[in-house]
């Protein structure tokens, strides 16, 4: 990305509220002093100080420590690129812009992403072998075991499970097919062509059985199975099995991939410049 695309390329900002926990302390010039948290983005972090900080546009302010929902965040070497006098006149609004050092650029965007977390969930709630609740007959393929599942089911939710329970599916037939069986529940099947196919072990009319609910979906087969059948039919051969291979991120729980997630949409420009 050039340095002129770059500058019109406006990170979004994230605001301190009081429901976050944070507290900053700004070393600068050999002192530490207190300040306050104002708003971030992966570029820059916004701060106001009560106590006037000898320090001017263009010059560096050595490290910000900044705790935040009790956790700490080290920024090293920002530049002033704003000074302000706040409206209350009992501060000053400095903003502090990251001149392309990754470490500090990685910084600010967690902070940027623990702001972002709602906090909703009891995180102190966990389960054990023995507090964890266990769906009831398990590995059992019998009509009474069934009942008892359903039974154990309207009894922890709200879930009535009239229709599911109406079933004609007799339980022994679906061993290795399902666990836990409580019912079934009703699927609109539709046929979807013919296609012509010419191939090596399939050669003549097929129609394909579609279960779904989505609109239009089984029309719009029928069109393409109908126009590809009229223009000479598709002409197939199986020459071997291959599998695709994409890269793959596995981390180690859902905290640590929604992080991962929001990281790669927040630096998807840079990643498609490095790419190309």
């Given at each position: 990305?050039?340095?002129?695309?770059?500058?019109?390329?406006?990170?979004?900002?994230?605001?301190?509220?009081?429901?976050?926990?944070?507290?900053?302390?700004?070393?600068?010039?050999?002192?530490?002093?207190?300040?306050?948290?104002?708003?971030?983005?992966?570029?820059?972090?916004?701060?106001?100080?009560?106590?006037?900080?000898?320090?001017?546009?263009?010059?560096?302010?050595?490290?910000?420590?900044?705790?935040?929902?009790?956790?700490?965040?080290?920024?090293?070497?920002?530049?002033?690129?704003?000074?302000?006098?706040?409206?209350?006149?009992?501060?000053?609004?400095?903003?502090?812009?990251?001149?392309?050092?990754?470490?500090?650029?990685?910084?600010?965007?967690?902070?940027?992403?623990?702001?972002?977390?709602?906090?909703?969930?009891?995180?102190?709630?966990?389960?054990?072998?023995?507090?964890?609740?266990?769906?009831?007959?398990?590995?059992?393929?019998?009509?009474?075991?069934?009942?008892?599942?359903?039974?154990?089911?309207?009894?922890?939710?709200?879930?009535?499970?009239?229709?599911?329970?109406?079933?004609?599916?007799?339980?022994?037939?679906?061993?290795?097919?399902?666990?836990?069986?409580?019912?079934?529940?009703?699927?609109?099947?539709?046929?979807?062509?013919?296609?012509?196919?010419?191939?090596?072990?399939?050669?003549?009319?097929?129609?394909?059985?579609?279960?779904?609910?989505?609109?239009?979906?089984?029309?719009?087969?029928?069109?393409?199975?109908?126009?590809?059948?009229?223009?000479?039919?598709?002409?197939?051969?199986?020459?071997?099995?291959?599998?695709?291979?994409?890269?793959v991120f596995v981390l180690t729980d859902l905290n640590s991939a929604i992080f991962f997630s929001e990281w790669v949409k927040d630096h998807y420009a840079e990643i498609c410049?490095?790419?190309?």
């Amino acid at each position: 990305m050039n340095s002129f695309v770059k500058k019109l390329v406006t990170s979004p900002r994230h605001v301190f509220t009081p429901d976050h926990v944070a507290q900053l302390f700004i070393h600068c010039q050999g002192m530490i002093k207190e300040g306050q948290a104002l708003d971030v983005s992966k570029d820059h972090i916004a701060i106001a100080c009560e106590q006037c900080i000898d320090v001017r546009v263009g010059e560096t302010v050595e490290q910000i420590k900044l705790t935040l929902n009790g956790k700490t965040f080290e920024l090293q070497s920002l530049t002033v690129i704003k000074k302000e006098a706040l409206d209350n006149n009992k501060g000053v609004r400095i903003v502090l812009r990251n001149e392309d050092d990754e470490e500090t650029s990685r910084v600010l965007w967690q902070i940027s992403y623990e702001l972002r977390q709602d906090g909703h969930g009891n995180q102190a709630i966990s389960y054990d072998d023995i507090t964890l609740p266990k769906v009831p007959a398990r590995g059992l393929y019998t009509e009474d075991a069934r009942q008892e599942r359903l039974a154990y089911i309207r009894e922890n939710t709200d879930a009535k499970l009239d229709r599911v329970a109406d079933t004609t599916l007799e339980a022994k037939a679906l061993v290795s097919n399902i666990e836990a069986l409580v019912g079934s529940v009703e699927i609109p099947v539709g046929i979807a062509g013919p296609l012509h196919i010419k191939g090596g072990h399939a050669d003549g009319l097929f129609y394909a059985p579609m279960a779904t609910t989505e609109g239009a979906l089984l029309a719009s087969a029928t069109r393409g199975a109908t126009a590809l059948s009229r223009s000479g039919g598709v002409n197939v051969r199986v020459i071997g099995q291959r599998m695709l291979r994409v890269p793959v991120f596995v981390l180690t729980d859902l905290n640590s991939a929604i992080f991962f997630s929001e990281w790669v949409k927040d630096h998807y420009a840079e990643i498609c410049e490095q790419t190309k």
